[in-house]
Nanobody, 124 residues
Framework: VQLQASGGGLVQAGGSLRLSCAASGPFSRGTLGWFRQAPGKERELVAA???????YYKNSVKGRFTISRDGAKDTVYLQMNSLKPEDTAVYYC????????????????????WGQGTQVTVSS
């Protein structure tokens, strides 16, 4: 399984970006997540979505980011609005064929597949 992430870029604070992650294999019953890693910081979960569309968000992005998936295209999206400079990071999509329990969603080791990162830079 391969994941291909796209959609990063440079945007001013308050702007929007939409990240996409296309999977080469079916994830009709899988869990997909978006992580990010800023320089000198640990990789952290931003949002995740289970196959039955339960969604989870990092507190600091609630109300600003929306994760969604298109099962027909095996693609997951991260719509990011009202972006802040602190959202600047490399964003990675990750996936697991199967369910991840809630307490493990934010653990990178719970995911089996990773896409290449895409840089998001928010200028102040």
């Amino acid at each position: 399984v391969q994941l291909q992430a796209s959609g990063g870029g440079l945007v001013q604070a308050g702007g929007s970006l939409r990240l996409s992650c296309a999977a080469s294999g079916p994830f009709s019953r899988g869990t997909l997540g978006w992580f990010r890693q800023a320089p000198g910081k640990e990789r952290e979960l931003v949002a995740a979505i289970r196959w039955y569309s339960d969604t989870y968000y990092k507190n600091s992005v609630k109300g600003r980011f929306t994760i969604s998936r298109d099962g027909a295209k095996d693609t997951v999206y991260l719509q990011m609005n009202s972006l802040k400079p602190e959202d600047t990071a490399v964003y990675y999509c990750a996936a697991k064929n199967g369910r991840i329990i809630t307490s493990e969603l934010n653990r990178a080791r719970a995911y089996d597949y990773w896409g290449q990162g895409t840089q998001v830079t928010v200028s102040s």
